[in-house]
């Protein structure tokens, strides 16, 4: 039996970058458009809500519908970090945990009840472990557990219990702009509201087939939805949070900000609680002298690596894309790798070593781009005559 949990902190990046959820009581406001990104808001308050600003919308579209709409410049780096401390205190009562965006998060609590005693003792100790106000939903599939807590409100969890079935009941009299939640459906509700499609419910009862021949793979996903399943959840390997920062003594650029890297990585390889291991990905970040705002670049090296030097060269080139000078230099570690005491052998097998680097070029690509960066193609009917039965993708696995 599944019992998926949702955690969710509404409005998480703007209250973080408007530095307080006080801040977004007192006007409308939503999240500017990041530099070098397409010219859409991110979220909005209460207020601009009311207007029919939404996350994802065009921003002439969000300035004509509310003039009086007042751009917070994003804070990437100041949600990253203030994300992950509140992901470690969740992990640490021994959940798994799935994050799509910061302030989202979804765990399995099935092997989870008889440790704290029951479903309410696992939101009880949730909440114990994050010390924030949160909405908390419980449903037997993620969306489903999503909508609930979009519906809950602080210590009020909504617990949906039972099947499939039960998930599509309650499902079916919401919106369905509660697609948007899923980033590959954030077109999807307007699409269907057009159509006159306005509940989850109605999006059921539509035929697949329908679905399909309209929206493609987009359709049948939100029908799966609608209906009360999902996929499995992916939970994020458990890390660690090492981090350095140093406090620039005015607005830095240039040969200064090198040297100031430079620092910082020799920092970060002396922290005890590397204990010898190799960094695989890091992510450099810094706050800025204009507006106020934050810059974040996430850097997976080719090779995992501990050495100064190495480091510095694949993370020098990545100041030049820093949008303004800088006043606080940031580097942490995303993702650690093998051992650095790692001794090679003195006749070393060519296959081996083949299979060694193609293993290391597997880590770093899902390092680089998620789970499923490194996939095998698995023959399922060779005989068939449509190409998509012949054969499949699957994981790639084994290790060398």
Same mark, same amino acid.
């Given at each position: 039996?599944?019992?998926?949990?949702?955690?969710?902190?509404?409005?998480?990046?703007?209250?973080?970058?408007?530095?307080?959820?006080?801040?977004?009581?007192?006007?409308?406001?939503?999240?500017?458009?990041?530099?070098?990104?397409?010219?859409?808001?991110?979220?909005?308050?209460?207020?601009?809500?009311?207007?029919?600003?939404?996350?994802?919308?065009?921003?002439?579209?969000?300035?004509?519908?509310?003039?009086?709409?007042?751009?917070?410049?994003?804070?990437?780096?100041?949600?990253?970090?203030?994300?992950?401390?509140?992901?470690?205190?969740?992990?640490?009562?021994?959940?798994?945990?799935?994050?799509?965006?910061?302030?989202?998060?979804?765990?399995?609590?099935?092997?989870?009840?008889?440790?704290?005693?029951?479903?309410?003792?696992?939101?009880?100790?949730?909440?114990?472990?994050?010390?924030?106000?949160?909405?908390?939903?419980?449903?037997?599939?993620?969306?489903?557990?999503?909508?609930?807590?979009?519906?809950?409100?602080?210590?009020?969890?909504?617990?949906?219990?039972?099947?499939?079935?039960?998930?599509?009941?309650?499902?079916?009299?919401?919106?369905?702009?509660?697609?948007?939640?899923?980033?590959?459906?954030?077109?999807?509700?307007?699409?269907?509201?057009?159509?006159?499609?306005?509940?989850?419910?109605?999006?059921?009862?539509?035929?697949?087939?329908?679905?399909?021949?309209?929206?493609?793979?987009?359709?049948?996903?939100?029908?799966?939805?609608?209906?009360?399943?999902?996929?499995?959840? +992916?939970?994020? *390997?458990? !890390?660690?949070?090492? &981090?350095?920062? %140093? #406090?620039? =003594?005015? $607005? @830095?650029?240039?040969?200064? /900000?090198?040297?100031?890297?430079?620092?910082?990585?020799?920092?970060?390889?002396?922290?005890?609680?590397?204990?010898?291991?190799?960094?695989?990905?890091?992510?450099?970040?810094?706050?800025?002298?204009?507006?106020?705002?934050?810059?974040?670049?996430?850097?997976?090296?080719?090779?995992?690596?501990?050495?100064?030097?190495?480091?510095?060269?694949?993370?020098?080139?990545?100041?030049?894309?820093?949008?303004?000078?800088?006043?606080?230099?940031?580097?942490?570690?995303? +993702?650690?790798? *093998?051992? !650095?005491?790692?001794? &090679?052998?003195? %006749? #070393?097998? =060519?296959? $081996? @070593?083949?299979?060694?680097? /193609?293993?290391?070029?597997?880590?770093?690509?899902?390092?680089?781009?998620?789970?499923?960066?490194?996939?095998?193609?698995?023959?399922?009917?060779?005989?068939?005559?449509?190409?998509?039965?012949?054969?499949?993708?699957?994981?790639?696995?084994?290790?060398?």
């Amino acid at each position: 039996m599944t019992v998926i949990v949702c955690i969710l902190l509404p409005r998480f990046q703007l209250a973080v970058a408007a530095g307080g959820r006080a801040e977004l009581l007192q006007a409308p406001i939503a999240l500017a458009p990041e530099p070098g990104s397409a010219q859409r808001v991110g979220e909005a308050s209460l207020a601009a809500e009311a207007f029919g600003v939404h996350p994802g919308m065009a921003l002439g579209e969000a300035l004509a519908r509310c003039p009086r709409l007042a751009l917070v410049p994003p804070d990437p780096a100041g949600v990253a970090d203030r994300w992950e401390r509140l992901l470690v205190r969740l992990e640490a009562i021994g959940a798994a945990i799935e994050s799509e965006r910061p302030g989202l998060a979804c765990f399995d609590a099935h092997g989870l009840l008889r440790l704290h005693g029951g479903i309410e003792g696992v939101l009880a100790a949730a909440q114990r472990g994050l010390r924030v106000p949160m909405h908390l939903g419980v449903a037997p599939s993620r969306f489903a557990a999503v909508a609930a807590a979009s519906r809950a409100r602080v210590r009020r969890p909504v617990i949906v219990s039972g099947d499939r079935e039960q998930a599509r009941v309650h499902l079916a009299p919401l919106p369905v702009a509660l697609l948007r939640a899923r980033p590959s459906l954030a077109d999807l509700p307007q699409a269907l509201e057009r159509l006159g499609i306005g509940t989850l419910g109605e999006l059921a009862a539509i035929a697949p087939a329908a679905l399909a021949d309209r929206f493609g793979t987009v359709g049948l996903l939100a029908h799966e939805l609608a209906s009360g399943g999902d996929g499995a959840l +992916r939970p994020r *390997p458990a !890390a660690e949070f090492v &981090r350095e920062s %140093l #406090e620039l =003594p005015e $607005a @830095a650029s240039g040969t200064q /900000l090198e040297h100031g890297l430079g620092l910082l990585i020799d920092r970060l390889l002396a922290r005890r609680e590397r204990r010898d291991r190799t960094l695989r990905a890091v992510v450099l970040s810094a706050v800025l002298v204009e507006h106020g705002g934050t810059w974040r670049e996430q850097v997976v090296f080719r090779q995992a690596l501990a050495q100064a030097g190495r480091m510095r060269l694949a993370l020098v080139p990545r100041l030049a894309l820093m949008p303004a000078p800088a006043e606080v230099l940031r580097l942490s570690v995303q +993702r650690f790798g *093998p051992p !650095a005491v790692d001794q &090679r052998s003195l %006749l #070393e097998d =060519p296959a $081996a @070593a083949r299979a060694a680097r /193609l293993y290391e070029a597997v880590h770093q690509a899902r390092a680089a781009a998620g789970p499923d960066a490194a996939l095998r193609v698995l023959e399922v009917d060779p005989g068939s005559r449509f190409p998509e039965r012949r054969a499949v993708l699957a994981p790639f696995q084994g290790e060398p």
